[in-house]
Each structure stands twice: as C-alpha cells, then as structure tokens.
C-alpha cells in the first residue's frame, strides 16, 4: 500500500485537519520548535516533544503537551516518542559546533536515526518534516536568487551536514519507505531567538555596527516560518520537496538595523567593521573556541558566510505547493520581536510609536 494513502487531508493550508492528529517534534523547547508547537496546539493537535534530561521547557511550561526523554543521537531512546503518531516535525540540530563530525552526528545521523525508529514501528509515522537551512545551496550569483533546483554548494561544515542530511532522507523518499519534507530556512528571527537579539542590544545602546561590505540577504521572521513547517505536515504536496522560506523582501544589514532602531525609538552611532578586524576576531574565536563551554557565535565558518555578497532565496515553489506568504512584513515583524524582548526585560527602552501600537 502507498504510504500516502494512509493519510486523508482536508486542504492543503494550515486551517484544520479532518481528525485530531499525532505529532512528534523534536526541538520543541526551542526558540523555533516553540512557536511550532504553539501554532500546532491551535490546530488541536496531539504533541508530544522529545527533550534532553533536565532540558529546560521554560516556553512550553503549563502547555498540553506531552514530554519523552530520549536525544536524536540514540536510536533505541526514540520508539516510545515516536509510537502511534501521525508525523515527525524534526527542528532539533546544532547551529554551532566545535567538529564537523558533531555536526554531521546530530544533523544528519539524528533524522536518520528518526526514521529508523520510526520504520521499525508497524504503527510508526511514515512522514518527516525536517528544518533544513538557505546555506545547503550556498550564496548566489549578483542579480539572482537561489531555488530549490540549484545545485548543493554548501560552504561550512553546518551546511555540509544538512545537505548530506537532505540527501539521506531522500534515499528513503524514493524507495517509497519514508515521506521526507524539508524546509530551507534563512536567518531566523523573532521573540526568544538570542542571535539576533544581540544585534538588538547593539542597537538599543546606540550603536549600529556594519561589517566588511555591503551584504543582501533573505531572512524570515518566526511565526512565518512555523507556519510553513505546519503546512508541510502530511501534505501530499510536499512529499519529497524541499522549499525556501522567507520575508517578502531581502535587506542588507545597515536596512535591518534601520528598522530596529525605529521599533526600538533609538537613534544610533554607525560603527563599519572593516574585512580585516572581522578577519581577526575570527582567529581570535577560534583560537579560544576548543575552552568555551559552548562554540562561539562567530567562528571562521562563519566569517565565511558572512563575506558573500548575497543570500537571497526564491519563495515561488513554497508560494505555489503549500500556500507560504509572509504573515506580516518585516517592519511589523522586527516591531513585535522588540516589543516582545522588552516586555520580557531583555532590554530596556522608551516605547517607540509602534511599541506603543502594539501594546494597545
């Protein structure tokens, strides 16, 4: 029997589901998972979300939700959480790391292990959503932007381990084993996030810090991108596709930064950080990365990515399979995510005019 059969859909957008259904997320106490899991709950769906011993569930705390201790690594952790459920929506994975290898063992061995688990279970799910990344495909071309049917160019080690995870998954997609969905996502913003927050901090203390050239990028705000990943879930359209996310326009830095500072009501001194300080900060990241309890946020791989040009993506595929649009534009989306990191204390500021729309 078609494994696709076994599935009955009512549309093809996140509306309602004909029943309620099973789902399994991993990553579900993060930043991105969270929101997921937010938005699946308001579908009424059934959750279950896989965590590390004493991780912290601080976001889902008080939510219907049900907890199973395993980690992706160790397939025999994953039957319980994954038994009688409908699908997986895979978000956990390393966006930092001090090997290749342990990128390549949580991001591609880890869904790997999932589908495993969830084959060798005669009641196990038969499709998996996995958050994949724009930076498989690599920057692209001046005047173009990356789609789906480009070819594989990732430049760092995370990249590299979520292509050959792409890959992997794929190989069970075509022997009819596995549905495999993957969702490319570029830089993820929005409340709860701690990478661009800082970029936040920076601004609400006045500064706005460029570096190295002008650089144009795709981004994506959170709860559009949660909204996709659902819209995936048991969609025949998305069987064996993977599609970009993101914001309706892209924005170079000095842009993105312009826009905090009007959600924030502050005015900023432009620091450039020219090629050659990043090229040192760099040496000095990795120089002190194998002592840090956790790999630094800019390491030389970064810095990599960081000296193209651009990383601009097509939504046109996600557009016309699985309905994506943008829920709000990115104005509005920067807007809430500092009215939300003010409200919860993480800075501290005079309310702009649209913090204040937002608080009425």
């Known amino acids: 029997m078609n494994i696709s059969s076994r599935y ?32 699946l709950l308001s579908q009424e769906c059934e959750l279950r979300c896989l965590v590390l011993p004493g991780e912290d569930r601080l976001w889902l705390k008080d939510l219907p939700v049900s907890f199973f201790e395993g980690d992706i690594t ?9 038994k009688g459920c409908d699908a997986i929506v895979n978000i956990a994975g390393l966006t930092r790391a001090k090997t290749e290898e342990e990128f390549f063992n949580v991001n591609k061995e880890g869904p790997v292990n999932l589908v495993e688990a969830a084959l060798s279970l ?6 998996i959503v996995c958050m994949s990344t724009q930076a498989v495909m690599g920057p692209c071309a001046d005047c173009c932007c990356s789609d789906e049917d480009d070819p594989f160019n990732p430049l760092t080690p995370y990249a590299r381990s979520k292509a050959a995870m792409e890959t992997a998954l794929l190989s069970y997609e075509r022997r009819g084993l596995m549905h495999c969905s993957f969702i490319r996502a570029p830089g993820v913003y929005g409340p709860r996030d701690r990478d661009f927050f800082k970029y936040f901090k920076l601004v609400n203390m006045g500064l706005r810090v460029v ?8 981004l994506v705000y959170v709860k559009s991108l949660a909204a996709a990943i659902v ?17 309706a326009k892209p924005y170079d ?16 001194i432009r620091i450039h950080v020219p090629n050659t300080v990043v090229g040192i900060i760099s040496i000095c990241s990795e ?16 810095i990599i990515e960081m000296r193209q040009h651009r990383w601009i993506v097509s939504t046109v595929k996600a557009q016309r399979l699985i309905g994506f649009s943008p829920l709000v534009d990115t104005a509005q989306a920067i807007a809430e995510t500092g009215r939300w990191y003010r409200v919860q204390g993480w800075i501290h500021a005079d309310s702009s005019p649209e913090l204040k729309k937002l608080e009425a």
């Open 8 to 39: 009955t859909i009512i549309n093809k957008t996140i509306e309602k589901w004909e029943d309620c259904l099973r789902i399994a997320v991993t990553g579900g106490t993060g930043f991105i998972g969270s929101h997921v899991i937010e938005l």
């Open 74 to 82: 160790d397939r025999k952790s994953l039957k319980p959480f994954l």
């Open 122 to 127: 005669e009641d196990g799910p038969r499709h």
């Open 211 to 218: 570096t190295g050239d002008t650089h144009v990028t795709s």
């Open 231 to 247: 819209s995936c879930i048991l969609n025949p359209q998305a069987f064996g596709q993977a599609f970009f996310v993101a914001d």
């Open 253 to 268: 830095w000095d842009e993105f930064a312009e826009m905090i500072e009007k959600a924030l009501g502050k005015k900023t």
């Open 287 to 302: 120089t002190i990365k194998p002592f840090l309890r956790r790999p630094p946020l800019i390491d030389r791989n970064k």
